[in-house]
């Protein structure tokens, strides 16, 4: 069963358990209860539901952690109650009436719970021994650890590694008997006896693939450890992505031109106050390396002290002394990202990309260390990012290299789809005030 059938699986079946709260919190049924309307009313909420958890990423299936599952309802459902009581606070009377609070507060124990109870059955049902698929991973260590602790968390992806192979244990390899799949490392090729034994296995019933697609496919991000310059070539060179782009420029500006009309009100009272509390400068400029590696000036609200980084350029860490109060408070709620807006206006920046970083910094300490960093310039940056809604805020050279294997996902699966899932992510992350 692939991902996208158990992501509409999981999707009907929460539907369903919305409706069914609906129907338990009209107990005791009597004459007068018409179901007919009740139905309608939540037919109106239900997507406002649906999209809470889907933001707290219940149907992203290779990113979900089960870890997470209890708060991340929690969370989904006291906002998607808070919406519902809010639109049906609005809606007409009649409507009102139908979908009062505590109706919604039922809706709202009853519905997490079933969900919860249905998910543990499915993802046992998907993890029970029969069903998973016995794999054979030859690659990096690296690559392998990744692997086997996306595996390790998720067995409801559908795998088992039943063996383990790197490049310096494969002189004595063989496939062991009942192997289904077999995701093999592109630099594995030098050894061409090993080659040669896994290629044999074609039209056999096994199944072959490359182990950076295979690490992609569970863990949504790029293994750099498995990847060469030919894997550039095959999937970020030249893409017939025109109508994308076109839409995605479209789209940019639109959106810019929108909020940047509609926060007027709230610049002609923040940026006075910040005068007051904060001083001059108020906004902050900075040079970062932009698509094709073109330096553009990116624009912010001023976070931190005056002169912060006159010993160097150097990252933000949490519980930065640098930072002001206020500068912590724009920055919880990201509304110092706002003049960025400017940015993407002017075609710098799009709403969804990786986060552009400082030249020097790329320069001196990213790309001497990271391989193919660099490579994270094929897009426009972003605002907001995959990696920055999938990953922690990152403020090290580990955490650098991890989020651009999460870039390089981005820009190999770049599209209209995945930028809206970004932004929904993004709206969560500022509403719940997560990252920094």
């Known amino acids: ?138 690659g990096s260590p690296a690559t392998l650890s990744i692997a086997r602790h996306e595996i390790g968390k998720k067995p409801y992806l559908g795998y088992k590694i039943i063996r383990e192979v790197v490049p310096t244990d494969t002189a004595n390899f063989s496939i062991p008997e009942g192997t289904q799949l077999i995701a093999i490392e592109r630099s594995i090729i030098q050894d061409r006896e090993l080659y040669q034994k896994v290629f044999n296995r074609l039209g056999s019933g096994i199944d072959i693939m490359d182990l950076a697609k295979f690490t992609e496919k569970i863990s949504g991000k790029i293994p750099i450890s ?31 031109t929108l909020l940047l009309i509609i926060l007027i009100p709230v610049a002609l009272v923040l940026f006075p106050t910040l005068l007051i509390f904060h001083g001059r400068p108020i906004f902050f400029k900075q040079d970062r390396v932009g698509l094709n590696h073109r330096i553009f000036t990116l624009y912010k609200l001023r976070t931190m002290v005056i002169d912060a980084e006159k010993n160097g350029a150097q990252w933000a860490k949490p519980g930065d002394a640098r930072v002001t109060k206020i500068g912590s408070f724009l920055r919880k709620t990201r509304l110092d990202e706002l003049p960025q807006l400017i940015n993407i206006f002017k075609g710098e920046m799009s709403l969804v990309g990786p986060r552009p970083e400082r030249p020097e910094i790329i320069r001196d300490q990213l790309a001497p260390q990271i391989p193919y960093y660099g490579l994270r310039h094929l897009v426009k940056p972003g605002v907001t ?50 990252g920094q």
């Open 1 to 138: 069963m692939s991902n996208t059938e158990k992501t509409v699986i999981l999707l009907i079946s929460d539907l369903a358990f919305i409706f069914i709260g609906m129907f338990l919190s009209l107990l005791p049924l009597t004459e007068t209860t018409d179901i007919a309307a009740h139905s309608l009313a939540m037919i109106l909420i239900a997507p406002f539901w649906l999209l809470m958890y889907f933001t707290e990423g219940l149907y992203t299936l290779k990113t979900h952690n089960p870890a997470d599952l209890p708060i991340a309802l929690i969370r989904a459902t006291a906002m998607a109650s808070f919406l519902s009581f809010v639109l049906m606070y609005f809606a007409p009377r009649e409507l009102h009436d139908l979908n009062s609070g505590s109706r919604l507060l039922v809706i709202g124990l009853i519905v997490p719970y079933m969900i919860f109870e249905s998910r543990r059955f499915f993802f046992s049902f998907l993890s029970t021994e029969s069903r998973l698929r016995k794999t054979v991973l030859i």
């Open 226 to 256: 498995s990847i060469d310059p030919t894997w550039f070539v095959d999937y970020c060179g030249v893409q017939n992505s025109f109508s994308y782009d076109l839409q995605k420029a479209i789209v940019d500006r639109f959106v810019s």
């Open 385 to 434: 990012g995959w990696a920055q809604v999938t990953f922690r805020y990152g403020f090290t050279l580990e955490d650098s290299k991890e989020k651009l294997q999460f870039d390089l996902f981005y820009v190999k699966n770049r599209n209209l789809w995945l930028d809206i899932l970004v932004i929904i992510k993004t709206i969560k992350t500022v509403i719940t005030g997560a």
